[in-house]
């Protein structure tokens, strides 16, 4: 398999075993943090739609109050 390192493309099976064990634990990494982006995004957007909830069931007077402190 070619992989890119370091802006060049290298051939993996010319990896010695250690070389291997390395690119697939960079590919594991890289997998995973954009699992977690995804995650982090969709967990924002739960974040807002459960604020926007509260936001309609807080009384009023704390709704006035909270206006006109800011």
Known sequence: MIFN?????YDSEKLSDKGKMYLQKIQSVVS???ELSFEYN????????YSDLLSKELPEEEKVEEKKEA
């Open 42 to 49: 969709d967990l924002e957007i739960i974040q807002k739609h």
């Open 32 to 34: 995973k943090k954009s």
């Open 5 to 9: 390192f370091d802006a060049k493309q």
